[in-house]
Each structure stands twice: as C-alpha cells, then as structure tokens.
C-alpha cells in the first residue's frame, strides 16, 4: 500500500475513534443531566449522610467477591478450549479489564485488552480471544434470564405503593415526552436521508458495509470451529451459567440492603428485576461504561415501578457506581505490576502440563 494512502488510511481511524469517544461523551451527559433535573438536592444531601459506611464497605466487598466468581466462569471457558491458565491469572486479567471498562473512555475497551493479554499466555490465541466474547455473551445471557424469570413469576402485575406503574404509568412517561422522542425520530430520519441522497455519503456507507460483511465472514470462519467445542461441553456452559446466576444474585441481595439503608422501599424482587436490566443496557456501547444510561434508568423504573423516592433511588444508583469504580482499582495495581503478564520460568501449555521457556 503506498505510503499516503496508509496516511489517509491511519487519519480515518483517528477520526472513528474521536468521533466515537465524542459521541460517547455527549450520551454520557446528556443522560447524567436528565437524571439529575428537577432533584431536591437537599434531599440528596440528606439521603447520602444517612448512608451506613458499613451497608457500603458489606456491597463493596460482596460486589469484589462476585467478581472473583465471575473471573472463575471465564477461567472454565478457557479450559474448554484447553487453554490451562493459572486460577490467579484468570482474575488478574478480569481485574485488568473491569478497570478499564471503568477508567477507559474510548473505544478499547477493557474486554478488547483482556483478549489482547490472554493471548499472552497460549498458543491458541484466536480461542483465548473469543472466550472474552463467549464470556460477556453468557454474562448478559444469564442477566436476561434472571430479569425475564422474575419479572414474569414475581413483578408482573404487581405494583409496589400504587404509585405510576404498570402500562398507564409507562404510557404517560413516553406521553409526556413524546414531542422529544417525535423530534429525534425527524431529526434522525433526515440525517440518514441526507446522507443517502450524497453520492459520496452513499459510496462511504456502502464500503464500510462491505467491509463489515466480509471481516465478519472471516471471522466466522475462523470462530466456527471454537463455537462447536462450547456446543460440544454443555456442562460448561451450564456451569458458567451457573457461576453468573450466583455471582450477579449475591451482588443484588447486597444492593437491596443497600438500598434499604438508604430509605428505598422497595422489595426484592424489583432489585432482581431492574438491575439486570439496566446492566444489560449499560453494556451497550453508547455511552462511557454506561455512565448516566444506567443511573437514569434504574431511576426510572424504580420510580415507575415500585413509586421509590427518586432522590433515595439516585443515592443507590451513584453508591453502585462509586462501588464499581473501587472495585476494579486493583486491576490498574495488576497492571502497573506488571502481574498481567507472562512470567519467565516453567508455564502451563495448552494441554496443561508446564513446560520451561
């Protein structure tokens, strides 16, 4: 290729991901805005300096401890494709990437440097790179599970106080502000029609197309035959899947005596609920780790749903972030320890025997 087009080439990356991490941003906090409009910040205020350091420092520590339980369900992936990884390692690298998907505000994320650095440490480096996507697929698998089971045997029908709930209440919220979603509707609509009107608008989207097809042509190809072997080890995945329902549970038992400290009446029920959903959503990259899409969000349904005060709801939601952030700080230490990496001296190889480097 020559020299200027591999220019071109690397300046078009830049702006992707410019534009990106800006578009992120502004989702970001527009979102954290909305949340916060119309709060009683003197209520906040108030709802915080009731909080028990002990309620945290119990949801910090459970919240660390599910994620080891979690780092557990990825090490069983990994040893489905006969990658044998040390225990210790299998955390450190999960450690490594829940501290980035927190102080990363681009578009590597945390998953993409946990894949890099697992194949540090295998021969199989394109098996040890899927099992990080296998993992968050199995990970958001068991949160839906969750959500739909208890919404459909625990929460439907049921609305806790007689507040806004149920359809009427969901229908006035979309009524109330549907000259917004209206307008972004138009404004969207006439941006893609714009665009498509523009020869070269047009030629770029039918590249970019083309080129996503075909990269994801090859990488199927590539990934069909580390998909059959997790078909073939039903267990497996039925234990990570397991390992997700423990994991995730214990964190939300810990979040609702969280919340019941901090005044939100609500049962448990809607906790097994709404927190998997909006964590699901949250995992959506359109904004920074989620930031203000998930507060916004469990402020919303915990309002709608269950009639909780919003201040006292927003407590809970900014206590789960804060927990979020302190619980992956190790993952930078990991990092800055340089522990994530391959040591010199005997390894474990892929058939799980250590062999001298």
């Not at 505000?105 to 480096?125: E, S």
């Not at 009524?175 to 030629?203: D, K, M, N």
């Not at 995730?248 to 019941?260: D, E, H, M, N, Y």
């Amino acid at each position: 290729m020559p020299k200027g087009f591999a220019l071109q080439d690397g300046r078009n990356t830049s702006r992707k991901r410019y534009g990106s991490l800006l578009a992120r941003l502004v989702v970001a906090a527009a979102a954290i805005l909305w949340v916060l409009r119309g709060q009683d910040w003197r209520e906040l205020v108030r709802v915080f300096h009731s909080l028990s350091p002990w309620y945290f420092l119990l949801s910090l520590i459970v919240y660390a401890a599910a994620q080891v339980i979690i780092s557990i369900r990825w090490w069983l992936l990994l040893r489905a494709q006969s990658i044998h990884i040390r225990v210790r390692m299998a955390v450190r690298l999960f450690f490594l990437g829940l501290f980035y998907n927190n102080f990363l505000p681009g578009a590597v994320t945390g998953d993409l440097l946990k894949a890099w650095y697992v194949t540090k440490h295998t021969d199989k480096r394109l098996e040890g790179a899927l099992s990080v996507l296998v993992d968050r697929l199995v990970g958001l698998g068991g949160l839906i599970l969750m959500a739909a089971f208890t919404y459909v045997v625990l929460v439907r029908g049921r609305v806790a106080g007689g507040a806004r709930g149920g359809p009427a209440g969901l229908a006035a919220s979309f009524s109330q502000y549907r000259v917004v979603f209206l307008w972004t509707a138009i404004i969207v609509a006439a941006a893609l029609a714009g665009g498509l009107a523009h020869p070269e608008v047009r030629t770029r989207l039918v590249r970019a197309a083309r080129d996503v097809w075909q990269r994801g042509l090859l990488l199927l190809r590539r990934g069909k035959e580390t998909l059959v072997v997790y078909c073939s080890k039903p267990w497996t995945l039925l234990w990570a899947l397991g390992l997700t329902v423990i994991g995730q549970s214990t964190v939300i038992v810990a979040f609702w005596l969280l919340g019941r400290n901090l005044g939100v009446e609500a049962g448990l029920a809607y906790y097994f609920f709404i927190f998997p959903v909006m964590w699901v959503v949250g995992a959506i990259p359109i904004s920074i780790a989620g930031l203000g899409i998930t507060e916004a969000g469990i402020v919303g349904l915990f309002t709608l749903l269950t009639g909780a005060t919003a201040e006292r709801v927003l407590a809970l939601a900014f206590c789960q972030r804060f927990i979020w952030v302190l619980s992956s700080l190790p993952g930078g230490l990991v990092h800055l320890l340089g522990a994530h990496l391959p040591r010199p001296g005997p390894e474990i190889s892929i058939d799980g025997r250590e062999r001298a480097n």
